[in-house]
């Protein structure tokens, strides 16, 4: 009987690679694990608050440029309706005329959302916007039940 013995030479070297490359493709599995699955179970927890409003037409007032200005908004039960300037002067619209884009934009974000929470409005029109949201708000603090 002949045996023939094999002997396997193994660099250190070859091991530590091995071994460091097998760790970093399991902590590299486990973050892609973590985060395809972490989005999917997230759930909002917050809860769903539903403003009730006296249905009708509800105005707030500005002042720009000595000229009174109003703004209109529309509600019912739950939700608002519209917003709109109620007869500016040609002289506000001359001297300021971004507030009709403005609230343009504004409200139709105020509509979707039905809030003034978290509106966006161009950087070029923000305290012209910024005033529009306060008198908003106003008016929607009048409505509310």
Same mark, same amino acid.
């Given at each position: 009987?002949?045996?023939? +013995?094999?002997? $396997?030479?193994? &660099?250190? &070297?070859?091991?530590? *690679?091995? %071994?460091?490359?097998?760790?970093?493709?399991?902590?590299?599995?486990?973050?892609?694990?973590?985060?395809?699955? =972490?989005?999917?179970? &997230?759930?909002?927890?917050?809860?769903?608050? %539903?403003?009730? @409003?006296?249905? =009708?037409? *509800? +105005?707030?007032?500005?002042?720009?440029?000595?000229?009174?200005?109003?703004?209109?908004? %529309?509600?019912?039960?739950?939700?608002?309706?519209?917003?709109?300037? %109620?007869?500016?002067?040609?002289?506000?619209? +001359?001297? @300021?005329?971004?507030?009709?884009?403005?609230?343009?934009?504004?409200?139709?974000?105020? #509509?979707?959302?039905?809030?003034?929470?978290?509106?966006? @409005?161009?950087?070029?029109?923000? @305290?012209?916007?910024?005033? $529009? #949201?306060?008198? #908003?708000?106003?008016? $929607?603090? &009048?409505?509310?039940?």
């Amino acid at each position: 009987m002949s045996s023939k +013995t094999k002997i $396997l030479v193994v &660099k250190l &070297k070859e091991i530590i *690679y091995t %071994v460091l490359f097998v760790v970093l493709g399991i902590i590299l599995i486990v973050l892609l694990f973590i985060l395809i699955t =972490g989005k999917s179970h &997230k759930k909002d927890t917050s809860p769903v608050s %539903v403003t009730t @409003y006296s249905p =009708g037409v *509800y +105005t707030s007032s500005i002042v720009l440029a000595s000229n009174p200005v109003d703004i209109e908004v %529309v509600v019912d039960d739950t939700q608002i309706k519209s917003i709109n300037l %109620v007869n500016p002067s040609e002289s506000v619209e +001359t001297m @300021y005329p971004l507030i009709s884009s403005s609230l343009s934009d504004i409200a139709s974000q105020v #509509i979707k959302n039905n809030s003034t929470e978290n509106i966006t @409005y161009s950087q070029d029109a923000r @305290y012209t916007s910024i005033v $529009l #949201i306060g008198a #908003i708000n106003d008016a $929607l603090e &009048k409505a509310k039940r």
